[in-house]
Each structure stands twice: as C-alpha cells, then as structure tokens.
C-alpha cells in the first residue's frame, strides 16, 4: 500500500503549482559530481520558504539543497518551478521570485541570474542547445509571455505576450508548441511559435487549461487539459482531456476526469501516464486503452528514460519534506527517497 496524502486540485491551481511532466526528457550533463542521476525541483513553503534541490544518483546516495551546499549557503527563492539544462548549464525557474538561477551543470555552483521574469514556469532549449524557451504567466497571471534567453550570455534576447498564462512545451522541428492554461484564468489553446521566425504561426483549440504535452514516438504531439475549476459553483467544473495534434487541429482522445495533470511519457514512446484522484494512471498511445498504474493521491510524476521507471511525489502536508517514490512499469515499488518541502518536479540526466 503506497502512504499518501489527498491533495485537493483546486488548491493546486489556485497557488500556480501544477508541476506538469515538464523536465522528463533526458539532456547530458558533463562529466562531474552531478553527471549521472535525478533532480527533485521542491518548490519550497508557498510564499515564505525557499525551493531547494535534491539529487539522487540512481544508486543509494540522496544529497539535500545542493544549490545552498554548492554556493556557501545562498537559497534558490519561492519557488523552484522546474529545471532544464542546455549547453552545459542548469537553469532553475523561481516561479514567485521572477526570476532564472543559473548554475554549472558539472558542480551546481552559481553562473548568474536571469531577472524579471514574472511567474516563469517552464523551459526547453533549441537542438542547438543555443537558446532557451521559457513560458510564463506574467505579472497578473494571466497575461503569458514567452522568454527567449541567449545561453551563451544568460541574456533575454525577446519576449513574446501570447496571453492565457503559458505552460508546459515541447520543440519539433523549427516549430515550439506551448500549452495557454489561462493562468489564474482558464484558456483552452496550445500555441504553435515558429521559431526561425520568432512568431506565433498556429492556434489549436483543445479543452480547458491545457497544461502538459508530449511527443511520442511517430513525433506527434499529445496534450492533456486538466479542466476548469468553478470554485464559487462546483457544478460548472468541466472534464480534462487527452487530445492529439493531427493536422489543423487537435482531436479528443480520451475524456479525463477534472483535475487530471502531470503528463509523462516512456522511453519507447508508446505509453504516457498522468495522474488524477485515482492516482498514477497509464495510457496504451497504440489502442488508448488505460488502466490504473498506480493507486494513490501524488503531486508529481516523472518518467526516468535511463533505468525505464516512474518517480512520483507525496507532498505530505505541504509544509514538512516530502517523498519520493520510483516504481517499475508493472507498478510495483521498487524503492523511495526523501526529498525536500513539496517535491514538484524531476529532471532525468543521463
């Protein structure tokens, strides 16, 4: 029996701390002390603690707030959105702080800080590894704008206002496609940006607040929409969805129940789990057929492409460290870790 707690989803959304599959995809890090393991991004006590990181090393070795224990004791800031490396460098978004820390990937000491970037939540980087992407809902949480960041000066090159409070993104080709969650708001729309042009080219209308996406393994895109919360009137909740990019449009898939979120998927590319009420569930890309994983109440979900299992979040009670479980891909436990206050993201290195 796997010990969690019942996170309530509309709280999640209210304090903007969907942590939605984003940093599953493996990119190198250099040889060093940190070369070959996992990252937990915990996003810290909302509004007055500080995100911290933990690595594992995939072997029996966990080493808490390395960011502070690699920079004479400097914190990270409220809070450790998510993290992506690209060029050698680890950039970690600091969601309520408005800001991108920049450290060494090889030693996690500090390179620089990548300011006035208001509520940033995500990042991916070009195939060059050239430039970063960033999404964000902006100052009010709702306007959403698109941060392109130079990686070898650290500098905002452009920022782009797309609106509807910017979430989680995936490159294919020359063309980014971000998922528009509305932020404190609801939105229903993933954005195409083309990137040679630094434009956006496309909008696909999907369910409301799309807030993961994925590329499986024919490179089609797959979004997941948590759906709409009423607060004031339960009744006009809306469900989530599972909806694919075919053509001009993106076509409903599976109906998901409200408040579904964290969109991974599995090394092969044919298998995508994402979790609800229920817990951790699974979904067969080939024949849609999907089936409980894992039963629980979790708060994040990550998939490890190098050892091929799933690691999966109890934020306990939001306020104490939390866990982190991995299990195999028949479900079964194969081991935990703690982790830091409210463990809401993983990045995979290989």
């Known amino acids: 029996m796997i010990k969690s707690v019942l996170i309530h989803c509309s709280l999640i959304l209210m304090f903007g701390l969907f942590s939605c599959g984003d940093g599953d995809s493996p990119d190198p890090i250099p040889s060093g002390k940190y070369e070959s393991g996992v990252f937990v991004i915990n996003q810290g006590k909302f509004g007055d603690g500080t995100g911290t990181i933990s690595y594992y090393d995939r072997n029996s070795t966990v080493s808490q707030n390395i960011y502070q224990t690699e920079n004479m004791g400097l914190v990270l800031g409220n809070i450790a959105q998510s993290m992506h490396v690209a060029d050698k460098t680890a950039y970690i978004a600091i969601n309520n702080a408005a800001k991108i820390e920049v450290v060494n990937a090889d030693d996690f ?155 991974a998927i599995d090394q092969s590319g044919n298998t995508i789990y994402y979790l609800d009420f229920e817990g951790i569930k699974s979904v067969d890309l080939n024949t849609l057929e999907t089936s409980l994983f894992a039963a629980g109440s979790f708060y994040a979900l990550g998939f490890d492409p190098v050892q091929n299992v799933i690691y999966a979040s109890d934020a306990k009670d939001f306020a104490s460290n939390g866990d982190v479980i991995i299990l195999d891909q028949e479900g079964n436990q194969l081991s935990g870790l703690a982790a830091g206050i409210i463990p809401g993201g993983f990045y995979f290195t290989k």
Do not use: H
């Not at 208001?118 to 999404?135: F, G, H, I």
């Not at 759906?227 to 990019?245: M, Q």
């Open 109 to 263: 000491t500090k390179i620089a800080t990548i300011e006035d970037t208001p509520q940033v939540r995500y990042m991916t980087s070009s195939e060059d590894n050239k430039t970063l992407y960033a999404s964000s809902w902006g100052a009010d949480g709702v306007s959403g704008i698109l941060f392109e960041i130079d990686v070898e000066s650290n500098e905002i090159i452009s920022q782009t206002a797309i609106g509807g409070g910017l979430e989680n993104m995936v490159i294919d080709g020359t063309e980014l496609y971000v998922t528009k969650s509305g932020g404190f708001g609801t939105d229903s729309l993933v954005i195409q940006y083309d990137l040679s042009r630094s434009v956006v080219e496309k909008e696909f209308v999907v369910g409301d607040n799309p807030v993961g996406i994925v590329k499986d393994n024919e490179d089609d895109i797959w979004v997941l929409c948590t759906g709409a919360f009423d607060f004031a009137e339960p009744a006009n909740n809306t469900s989530g969805g599972l909806y694919k990019i075919e053509g001009e449009e993106a076509i409903l898939q599976l109906e998901l129940a409200n408040g579904s979120s964290n969109l």
